[in-house]
């Protein structure tokens, strides 16, 4: 089946340092979704990607689609502890549920 | 800001006994789902549910798994015989449209945490 994985898994990053995951499908998405958990909390939907190159833009935080459309990233610049928690990639697979990455856990020391 | 609810936040039940995790969706949001956590893993699908049916379920999703809207409000997860495996955070989200038909991800509610003892 379709599988999602991120890297790196862990992240320990100084506050003011920059962060980046990448995300990997191992089949074509026709879009993707980003999440963030923060420690104890559920998914909270953070941004949806559908075209091939497309970057946005949320405060700090920018977000890529591939142009193959089968990876993604999102760059944090100059973090800050409130961006501690876990983020996670989810694509749709052939019946439109979304499968979640692996995710990547991101921590912010003082 | 709309909420999706979930209750009890944290279950212990002997394994064996049955349990019903209680979720109540968006009003206006049409397209259901149970999602799990195993602690400090990834969010594994488990069932979604749309027009008062299973659209799809997963292979975890086996015959001690049920899930049924008694009200139309309510969305209930029901563990027939729970094992000490079923031990995780269980999500319940929803969504106002499938992802095809416009840009909308899912709301997710904050969790019960089942401990099978």
């Known amino acids: 089946g379709q599988q999602v994985m991120q890297i790196p898994q862990y992240q320990h990053v100084q506050e003011g340092e920059d962060f980046t995951t990448y995300c990997n499908s191992s089949t074509t998405l026709s879009n993707i979704q980003w999440y963030k958990q923060r420690p104890g909390g559920h998914p909270v939907f953070l941004i949806q990607?559908?075209?091939?190159?497309e970057v946005k833009k949320q405060k700090r935080l920018t977000f890529q689609f591939g142009e193959a459309k089968k990876n993604s990233s999102l760059h944090i610049t100059a973090t800050q502890t409130t961006d501690v928690g876990t983020y996670f990639c989810?694509?749709?697979?052939?019946?439109?549920?979304?499968?979640f990455g692996t995710g990547t856990r991101l921590k912010v020391l003082a | 800001e709309p909420e999706v609810t979930q209750t009890p936040s944290h279950q212990v039940t002997q394994m064996g006994q049955e349990v019903i995790l209680r979720c109540v969706p968006i009003s206006n949001h049409l397209y259901f789902y149970w999602y799990r956590q195993i602690l400090g893993q990834k969010v594994e699908f488990l069932v979604s549910f749309y027009n008062n049916e299973i659209s799809e379920k997963s292979e975890i999703f086996d015959d001690q798994f049920s899930v049924e809207r008694p009200d139309g409000s309510n969305f209930t997860l029901k563990i027939r015989s729970t094992k000490l495996e079923d031990s995780a955070m269980y999500f319940c989200?929803?969504?106002?449209?499938?992802?095809?038909?416009?840009?909308?991800?899912?709301?997710f509610g904050s969790g019960t945490r089942l401990t099978v003892v």
């Open positions: 990607l559908v075209k091939s190159g």
């Open positions: 989200a929803s969504s106002a449209q499938i992802y095809r038909e416009g840009d909308y991800g899912y709301t």
């Open positions: 989810a694509g749709p697979d052939r019946t439109y549920k979304y499968i």
